[in-house]
Every structure is written in structure tokens, then in C-alpha cells.
């Protein structure tokens, strides 16, 4: 049997040791085909590492991101003169950057794949904190100068692969992140008596919550039968407040069989976004058989079609989006037939960590 590739997995996501059940699948899928070893966040009160894991602990929030990207190309070097890998894989092009530079540091010649989850100027535009566009131009230098050199690019739907053929990169992999879907795979529930929109997803900028917001208010009056369930925490949390008090539903956090219950709970899935990388969330709703009322934004064209799975309206026109809520909200039938669309739209997005671990293999071999 042929040697395993040794791969260091590179990101800025947060972890907590022992991972969770659907985590540890992927990784232990991961695992029966690579030797990895991946250098990722921690979060607040986990240890920093295991056999696998090496994990950064979290500083102060206002120093903890610039602390992180500052370090990181350091802490790659290391990882690259003690693991000695084949591959690193980056979650974004500005964990490829400093991939690049730790690999020039260390005189190492692992290759440097990088994944595309998502249009990188979002992160430094309609992310967090406003100070993030005084880096936006650099940012997006810094990402296009390592999507061009990095050895391969992974995207994950049409759009994110338009992205990077704009820079004239190829991608040499196209296919979607793993999803754990099993607390949305059980039988559909059919939909409740009372008409429900939900939004499942960060309050951030980029999401759209105020076009939501703006879109609720115009369509409530004409549907007052109907609510608004808001699922979700961000920067953006003043306009999930301002919607509860106009009568609105807010968790800031639910687990993923919560997630589903919502889903259950609700006519279609309201997804505004300026931007999307791939939209797990839709492929949730699919599952659960909720159409989506969603912009022509990002991914949600890839996913969404317009009138059989949902209903898609430009983004930036919170008429038009509330006019599809009243739409959908006031006509069972219709959300029972956008469901149904949805429902046989989920197949393309499924796979088993089995298939994404064999699809990351070959893209590192």
C-alpha cells in the first residue's frame, strides 16, 4: 500500500478538544487517508492541542485576529521543520500567503493548496468591524498575488470558481466542503399552520440582515399572520434587537437538530445575502424541504432555481424581497411546491467524509 500524504491543514477556525461527533467524522475520514496535522484557533476553555490539533489560544478580541495573521507564517515554519509535510492546505488565499512566506522561512517545498469557501473582499468589507476596510485594498492584493502562486485551488461551487478564473487562475478541484447533515436527512415534517420565514447565519454585513430588516417590516402588515424567526450572532446584532421588538423571534445560537426544528417550523428559508461562498444553509433547507426566498447573490444562483426551489430576487431591493416573503407567506401551496423542489435539489451537495476525504487526497497526490 502506498505511503499516506503527510498534509498540515491550515485555518483560522475555532476548535474545541474533543471535538464534537460530526466534527470527529470528518477528520477521522481525513485521517484514513491522509497523515495530517492541522494548526487552527482554539476556542475559549479548550486545551490548545492533541496528536493532531495544534491550536492557537485566543488573546483579547480587539488583538486576537492581527495578533493570529502576524504569527502565523512563524508558526507554519515550525510546523513544516517538525511535521516535514507533502501538502498544506489553507483555508483561505490569506492562510495561503503566509503558507508561501513560512515555506520560503523554512526551506521546505511542501505544496501549497488553497481552498475558495467564498469571495475573500468580504472578509474585509461586510465582516466585523468597519476598521477592517482601512486593509481591504491590501487584502485583496495579498489573496490574488497567492491564489496565482499557491501549487493548486480548490473552489467549492460555480461562482466561487468564476472568482478565481477573474484572476485567471484554473481551479483544479471543484467540490463542496463536507456538510454533517444527518440532524436534516430524516423524513420532512410538513409545513406548520402558521406562516414562518426564517434566516439561519452570522449578523454580519455581508448576510444582509439589514435588507431583511428593511424587507420584514414592509412585508409583516400584509401577511400579520405570519412571523419571522432570526437565528444567528455578529457584529450586526442591533438589528436582530430591533426585529424583536417589532414582534420577531431571535436565538443567537441553536444546535444543528434546533437548526432543523426551525426549519420544520417554517414556510421557507429567507436568505438576503450580499455575498455567498456556498450557502450551507440551503442545502440544510433542501434537506428539510423549504423552498428559499434568497438574492441573486454569490452562490445562491448555483444552488437555488428561481420558481422550483425557491424564489430569488436582486439583492439590494428589500420591496422585491419583501414582496417574494408575502408572496410565498400568503400561498401554501406555492411553499409546499418550492419545498418539494428543494427537496429533490439536495442530492448534488451530499457526500460522506469517506468521499470528501478521497476528494482531498487526490487533490493533494
Excluded at 175 to 192: I, N, T
Aim: proline share 7%.
Amino acid at each position: 500500500m502506498s505511503r499516506k500524504p503527510r498534509v498540515l491543514f491550515v485555518g483560522r477556525t475555532r476548535y474545541r478538544l474533543p471535538l464534537s461527533p460530526s466534527l470527529a467524522r470528518k477528520w477521522e475520514a481525513l485521517g484514513g487517508e491522509l497523515d495530517l496535522r492541522v494548526l487552527a484557533s482554539a476556542q475559549p476553555g479548550s486545551p490548545a492541542g492533541d496528536a493532531t490539533f495544534r491550536l492557537v489560544r485566543p488573546l483579547p478580541r480587539l488583538v486576537d485576529g492581527p495578533a493570529f495573521w502576524l504569527a502565523l507564517p512563524s508558526r507554519i515554519a515550525a510546523e513544516l521543520r517538525g511535521f516535514r509535510p507533502d501538502a498544506i492546505v489553507c483555508q483561505t488565499a490569506y492562510d495561503a500567503a503566509a503558507a508561501l512566506v513560512a515555506r520560503r522561512i523554512a526551506r521546505v517545498p511542501a505544496r501549497v493548496v488553497v481552498e475558495v469557501h467564498g469571495d475573500w473582499r468580504t472578509s474585509t468589507r461586510l465582516y466585523g468591524s468597519g476598521a477592517r476596510r482601512i486593509v481591504s485594498r491590501l487584502g485583496d492584493a495579498v489573496a490574488a498575488a497567492a491564489l496565482r502562486r499557491a501549487d493548486a485551488v480548490r473552489t467549492v461551487s460555480p461562482f466561487t470558481a468564476s472568482l478565481v478564473r477573474d484572476l485567471g487562475v484554473e481551479p483544479d478541484a471543484d467540490f463542496p466542503a463536507y456538510m454533517d447533515l444527518d440532524p436534516f436527512l430524516v423524513e420532512p415534517a410538513s409545513l406548520p399552520a402558521a406562516p414562518s420565514a426564517l434566516f439561519v447565519g452570522v449578523l454580519e454585513a455581508y448576510k444582509n440582515v439589514d435588507g431583511l430588516a428593511a424587507a420584514w417590516r414592509l412585508a409583516a402588515p400584509r401577511v400579520p399572520e405570519a412571523s419571522l424567526h432570526v437565528v444567528g450572532k455578529g457584529s450586526r446584532s442591533d438589528v436582530a434587537e430591533a426585529l424583536v421588538r417589532d414582534g420577531a423571534r431571535w436565538d443567537e445560537e441553536l444546535s444543528p437538530a434546533q437548526v432543523a426544528a426551525a426549519m420544520d417550523g417554517a414556510w421557507v428559508l429567507v436568505l438576503p445575502s450580499r455575498s455567498e461562498g456556498m450557502g450551507r444553509v440551503l442545502v440544510e433547507a433542501f434537506c428539510r424541504g423549504r423552498g428559499v426566498v434568497g438574492s441573486r447573490a454569490g452562490s445562491i444562483p448555483n444552488l437555488v432555481e428561481d420558481g422550483i426551489s425557491g424564489i430569488l430576487v436582486d439583492g439590494g431591493n428589500p420591496a422585491a424581497l419583501a414582496d417574494a416573503l408575502v408572496r410565498v407567506l400568503s400561498d401554501r401551496a406555492l411553499a409546499d411546491r418550492l419545498g418539494a423542489g428543494a427537496r429533490a435539489a439536495a442530492a448534488p451537495w451530499l457526500q460522506t467524509p469517506e468521499e470528501y476525504a478521497r476528494r482531498v487526497r487526490e487533490l493533494v497526490s
